[in-house]
């Protein structure tokens, strides 16, 4: 199901597209950011939504948190706004600080999709991002896929150049599993698949360490209550106020990350084909939207500032090369104030 959504200053329309599963999944994706503007769960005891919203496309315009968008061409951070490739500087625009963040201040979360097919409980959204936009090189076709699978939310990014570019796709929820965006997300129970983590400095650019989380509060390897996990005190949750993290998956990692609210019963389980994911718990969100509440955003990526470390994996699509990555968030009823033994008996059934 497709409907107008709103209208951008320029008057072009924006639609919202209605997904749907058998399950009792249900999610509402606009063509503006291909935002995942609802995410509804319905159970035996009502209807539970499972991310953040805000309330029209005006506030979604105005929105500088990223809410819930499609992130590119480059999530997370790069350093000075810049990366040399093949002995060229490109110089990208900057919207934090000197840095860019999220692909710039005109990022693909903030650019419209074009709807390439639909059925009832998937879209194929496309956008063509040309050279030069945000300071990147090449023409650049991406194709991203949203489709429910009974209890599972689907996310295929493709994408093809016709120049070597800097290319780190991601997806950005803000999930808060209670039902209820008010009581506190960092209540939610957290295990992630990570054995090490990015240390970063003051501008949250990482140093270029790749560090153990052992005796850290990065380690979440076992599950816990992400409050109960924090150290305040710690140097890098002061840089960032709080988690705003990337944490590297285990070489045998079972899946991305799982989150469970012992208030709702519902637990998700996120599985890719990344090879970290940013841990961030929202906490800027406070300033801006006092009433909305928090969500933790788990966004499974590359290393964020990747061009311009060597040590990292490369982060660059040449052409005659297909970018691919695949999210998945799955859900369950496992029950309230369940031990994590269930939790998981639940996500694995």
């Known amino acids: 199901m497709q409907r107008v959504f709103g209208q951008l200053p320029d008057g072009v329309e924006i639609h919202a597209l209605t997904l749907r599963s058998d399950a009792g999944l249900q999610a509402q994706i606009l063509t503006y950011g291909g935002l995942l503007h609802t995410l509804w769960l319905t159970t035996a005891q009502g209807v539970v939504p499972l991310v953040l919203s805000l309330p029209d496309l005006p506030a979604y315009v105005a929105d500088r948190h990223s809410l819930n968008i499609l992130v590119g061409r480059f999530g997370n951070r790069i350093a000075g706004a810049r990366y040399t490739l093949d002995g060229i500087t ?13 692909g710039g201040p005109r990022g693909f979360g903030r650019r419209v999709w074009s709807v390439l097919e639909q059925a009832p409980d998937q879209v194929l959204l496309g956008y063509d991002s040309p ?3 945000e300071g990147y090189p090449g023409n650049l076709q991406v194709h991203a896929r949203l489709q429910l699978h009974g209890l599972s939310l689907q996310l295929d990014f493709e994408a093809r150049c016709d120049a070597a570019t800097a290319l780190n796709l991601t997806h950005h929820p803000y999930f808060n599993l209670s039902g209820n965006p ?7 129970v957290l295990r992630v698949s990570a054995d090490r983590y990015l240390p970063v400095d003051a501008e949250s650019i990482p140093t270029g360490e790749i560090a153990s989380v052992t005796g850290t509060p990065f ?3 076992h599950a816990v209550a992400i409050a109960d996990n924090a150290d305040p005190a710690h140097p890098q949750l002061v840089l960032g106020k709080g988690y705003d993290q990337c944490l590297v998956l285990a070489g045998d990692a079972d899946c991305v990350a799982e989150l469970y609210s012992p208030h709702s019963g519902i ?4 599985s890719s084909d990344a090879p970290a994911v940013q841990l961030y718990e929202g906490q800027h969100l406070d300033t801006h939207y006092p009433g909305l509440g928090r969500g933790v955003c788990l966004e499974p990526q590359d290393y964020p500032d990747a061009p311009n470390h060597a040590n990292f994996p490369s982060t660059i699509l040449r052409p005659g090369e297909v970018y ?3 999210i998945s968030y799955r859900f369950v009823n496992a029950g309230p104030d369940q031990p994590w033994d269930a939790v998981c008996a ?4």
């Open 324 to 326: 691919r990555r695949r």
């Open 267 to 270: 637990a998700l389980r996120i």
């Open 346 to 349: 639940a996500l694995d059934a």
């Open 219 to 221: 380690d979440f390897r």
């Open 131 to 133: 050279d030069g936009e």
């Open 90 to 102: 490109h110089m990208l625009v900057a919207n934090e600080g000197r840095n860019q963040l999220h």
């Open 182 to 188: 008010r009581l506190p997300a960092a209540a939610q």
